[in-house]
């Protein structure tokens, strides 16, 4: 399914306790994760907001 316009996408976990800014955390999960916030965070539909909540939270809207 695609998100619509005004859409919002809530992403759990996106800092992994700080292993997806570690260069040396290489897990699967690790790059999927760092993947995934590279891509919000670059594509431009979109707003995001990563808050450093535990292990972190991101909140993506799509722009209308």
């Known amino acids: ?3 619509r316009p005004g859409g919002l996408l809530v992403l759990d976990n996106v800092l992994r ?4 800014v570690d260069p ?3 897990s699967p999960a690790d790059v999927a994760i ?3 916030n590279d891509r919000i965070t ?4 979109m707003q995001s907001v990563m ?3 535990r292990d972190g939270v991101t ?3 799509k722009r209308t």
């Open 1 to 3: 399914p695609r998100l």
């Open 17 to 20: 306790t700080g292993r997806v």
């Open 24 to 26: 040396e955390a290489q």
């Open 34 to 36: 760092r993947r995934i």
């Open 42 to 45: 670059a594509d431009d539909r």
């Open 51 to 53: 808050l450093p909540l």
């Open 59 to 61: 909140l993506a809207r």
